[in-house]
């Protein structure tokens, strides 16, 4: 077996995906300035995140779990894997056609059961025309999703780390060009987005031919192979299906409370960025790796790879989660402030951003720990996992809104991640050795955390030093560069002092990948 080289493709996709993260902190920055929290602004983020529930449930989530270890495996043993994906291309294009067809009918109820608090205002209306203008994007974003998974499987992870980008850049593009000739700037938004999804498809599509992965579609056809495809995926996207009620139920909360569907998606935007770079990059070369070395038998080396990757991934994780719960207020007001985004909106996105902070280990622990389960095509327990945590999460969220209104989402997020996380761990123990971490990961997780501890009173400490900076226009960005700096700074001289990382470690691991 060639295995994946873990480390090396978790780089490829973490940079790809930083580029991606700070071109979406650029959209958004744009669209709070330009849009402004208010009716367009909630209109565009109910809208689009139709689309993207789908997404999810269909795409990422389900061909995640069930496709790549399968084609992976397949792979691995020389059967016939781009046969297996042909088929499976053409019978996802079927279901996503229908699904885009009934959705464009059904929109006005769709928007109804996700944003309910908008019905009866401007909001609903608009959510609906946008809404039926960015749907189509599931199409070629779940297809660029499965091809995506194609190269990964085959350890080739730039030109689908890289389709993203595309994304953001065409966004950007589109609402800079509306401002300047004074167009208008939501209408170009929305409608640049089923073109982005097409110029994704379009860049793995080719980057898949040039590896000579050539996946075609063809008639659909019920086959074992696909009967088993859809044992697999169906529990994978039930379980997609909870995490996105998790997100509705929070956006249904926030929609009877106004800008405040605004306000948890910028500050989710500010989250993401971590999560993206370390959790979503790990979790999507984890998963193949894993796979192929329990084909090949590979007891240690799968241990092995999963606990480095464990590491590797709150090593950067813990001290981003401990600048989240810091200094919140400071990372807002720079990124967000401006034009119709007030010091208001600055406070409350802030809250929601401490929140988030604090379950951001937990949602990057998910990512690390689902692919054990994964690589043996068991989406079952996941499945009942997530259950379990959306019921949690809709309790608190709905229970507490009554007491403490929209800032009830951002809790019940990070509560239910907790217990995932939990469920999860308890539920790997059938699998031995191989789920537990190794001796080094033990030994280095509390290092990081003392090492991030000493990081946090540095930024304390700084910002509260630096507080005047932080409100005197371009300064506040010289401000937040030195906060960040010396938080950097402090992390890594902390960390080397406790031993919780070592370069020569790494730079091992970079000559031997």
């Known amino acids: 077996m060639k295995p994946i080289r873990l480390l090396s493709g978790i780089l490829t996709v973490g940079g790809w995906t930083l580029l991606s993260r700070l071109l979406g902190f650029v959209r958004d920055v744009i669209i709070a300035n330009l849009l402004g929290p208010g009716v367009l602004m909630d209109a565009y983020v109910a809208a689009f995140r139709l689309p993207n529930m789908f997404r999810r449930f269909f795409a990422e989530g389900a061909f995640n779990a069930a496709f790549v270890p399968m084609f992976a495996k397949r792979m691995e043993g020389g059967e016939d894997a781009l046969g297996f994906a042909s088929l499976a291309l053409s019978g ?11 959705a464009m009918v059904f929109m006005p109820a769709l928007v109804y059961v996700t944003a309910e608090g908008f019905y009866g205002d401007a909001r609903f209306d608009i959510t609906i025309d946008f809404a039926r203008i960015t749907f189509p994007y599931i199409l070629f974003v779940s297809l660029a999703a499965l091809l995506s998974g194609v190269l990964n499987a085959s350890g080739r992870f730039a030109a689908a780390a ?52 050539r996946v075609r579609p063809q ?77 090949a038998d590979d007891q240690d080396g799968a241990r092995g790879a999963f606990s480095r990757a464990g590491e590797l991934s709150l090593a950067l994780t813990i001290p981003a989660a401990v600048a989240l719960m810091i200094v919140p207020l400071q990372l807002v007001s720079v990124l967000f402030e401006r034009g119709a985004f007030g010091t208001d909106d600055t406070a409350a996105t802030a809250t ?41 999460n809709a309790a608190l969220a709905i ?72 409100g005197l226009g ?33 730079r091992e691991t970079l000559r031997r990948r």
């Not at 938080?487 to 020569?504: E, I, W």
Request: proline share 4%; hydrophobic share 60%.
């Open 162 to 213: 890289a389709a993203p980008v595309l994304l953001n850049i065409m966004l950007i593009s589109a609402m800079s060009v509306a401002w300047l000739i004074g167009g208008k700037v939501a209408n170009a938004l929305i409608w640049t987005i089923p073109f982005a999804g097409v110029a994704q498809l379009a860049l793995v599509w080719h980057a898949a031919d040039r590896a000579g992965l």
């Open 474 to 506: 371009g300064w506040r960005w010289l401000a937040l560069l030195v906060l960040i700096t010396l938080g950097v700074l402090s992390y890594f001289a902390a960390g080397r002092l406790f031993g919780a990382f070592r370069m020569s470690e790494l």
């Open 92 to 102: 996802l294009s079927l279901v996503l056609l229908v699904l885009t067809g009934l």
């Open 219 to 295: 008639r659909p056809r019920w086959t074992p192979e696909m009967a088993q495809l859809v044992r697999v995926a169906l529990p994978a996207a039930l379980a997609g299906g909870v995490v996105q009620i998790n997100l509705l139920v929070g956006q249904l909360v926030a929609s009877n409370t106004e800008k405040a569907v605004s306000w948890l998606y910028a500050a989710d935007r500010l989250y993401q960025l971590p999560l993206g770079v370390v959790g979503i990059a790990v979790g999507i070369v984890l998963l193949p790796d894993l796979a192929r070395r329990l084909r």
């Open 399 to 470: 229970g507490l809104a009554f007491y403490i209104g929209w800032v009830a989402a951002a809790i019940a997020t990070t509560v239910a991640a907790w217990v995932m996380v939990v469920l999860l761990h308890f539920g790997a123990r059938r699998y031995g050795e191989v789920a537990r971490f190794d001796t080094r990961f033990r030994q280095r997780i509390w290092r990081i955390i003392l090492a991030s501890a000493v990081m946090g009173c540095v930024l304390w400490a700084v910002g509260v030093s630096l507080t005047p900076f932080f």
């Open 352 to 392: 929601a951003v401490a929140i988030y902070g604090l379950g951001l280990p937990a949602f990057v622990l998910q990512k690390i720990q689902q692919p054990l389960f994964f690589a043996r095509e068991d989406t079952r327990r996941p499945f009942h996992y997530a259950v379990v945590a959306m019921v949690v």
